[in-house]
């Protein structure tokens, strides 16, 4: 039962966003590709996606701004119709760093990609889902990140407590909209085989970590969609306000 329905995955240029909006495209959704900056990486996922047989559009727009966020989901209502599955996955870490060396600048920025941005992708999807407001509700799953346990110390613990934000949005929101025909549940990815570890200054990041992983190895971005799109699915229409780590039993 998920054929046609629209889906917007923030973030999806690359990574687990690409892997998790090209199996929802496999799934019969319609599916909005969100990114930030790069319009070449976003416009080929959505490409792919329509040389395959989907509907699939291309938006940019920054999450962490509200007149984005906004635009963001006006475009999609125009476009692709009212939106019924939400993957709050657009993320970003800075090069690895100890707390003490951290000014505002940095924390904010981290904020407001990873705790703003969701919490204003989640405030325009519910306009739209909520039974409240004549939706016909919904499933939002958010990716936060096994850091928002560990709060990865010594690389960025600013990082890991915006992940911690997520976990807390999940909880709250999921109680909060339960009653209106809306689900919302979190993915927590561990390390796993994306461009996101360049950005924090050690490409290699994963497969120095990977014997300290009890799988002894990495994930990849497509082991990460598999849950994403459980949770967002009719399959798992009782469940609410959950976790799934995706983590190799880290
Ligand atoms: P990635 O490869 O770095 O991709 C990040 C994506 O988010 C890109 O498409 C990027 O678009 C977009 N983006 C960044 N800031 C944005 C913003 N303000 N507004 C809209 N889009 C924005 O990341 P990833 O590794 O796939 O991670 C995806 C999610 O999983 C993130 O939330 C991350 O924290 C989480 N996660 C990842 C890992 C891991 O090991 N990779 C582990 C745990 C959790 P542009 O390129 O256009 O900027």
């Given at each position: 039962m998920n054929s046609k329905r629209v889906a917007i995955v923030t973030g999806s240029s690359r990574g687990i966003g690409a892997a998790t909006a090209k199996l929802l495209a496999g799934k019969g959704y319609r599916v909005c590709v969100n990114y930030r900056a790069d319009a070449a990486a976003a416009r080929a996922v959505a490409d792919e996606l329509v040389s395959a047989g989907a509907t699939a559009i291309a938006v940019q727009a920054d999450v962490s701004l509200e007149d984005d966020a906004v635009r963001l989901f006006k475009t999609v209502d125009k476009e692709l119709g009212p939106v019924e599955a939400l993957v709050n996955n657009a993320g970003m870490l800075l090069p690895q760093m100890r707390v003490e060396n951290m000014d505002a600048g940095r924390i904010n920025r981290i904020l407001a990609t990873n705790v703003t941005g969701a919490f204003l992708c989640c405030r325009e999807a519910i306009k739209r889902m909520s039974t409240r407001h004549g939706g016909r509700g919904g499933s939002i799953v958010n990716v936060s990140s096994a850091a928002a346990r560990t709060g990865s110390p010594g690389e960025y613990v600013d990082y890991a407590a915006s992940k911690?934000?997520?976990?807390?949005?999940?909880?709250?929101?999921?109680?909060?909209?339960?009653?209106?025909?809306?689900?919302?549940?979190?993915?927590?990815?561990?390390?796993?085989?994306?461009?996101?570890?360049?950005?924090?200054?050690?490409?290699?990041?994963?497969d120095r970590l990977a014997d300290s992983i009890p799988m002894g190895r990495g994930g990849s971005p497509e082991e990460v969609a598999h849950a994403i799109a459980w949770l967002l699915s009719d399959e798992a229409s009782y469940v609410n306000g959950t976790f799934i780590d995706a983590a190799g039993g880290r």
């Open positions: 911690g934000a997520i976990d807390t949005l999940t909880r709250g929101l999921s109680v909060e909209v339960a009653a209106e025909g809306i689900r919302v549940n979190c993915v927590r990815p561990g390390f796993i085989y994306t461009d996101m570890h360049a950005d924090g200054g050690e490409p290699d990041r994963v």
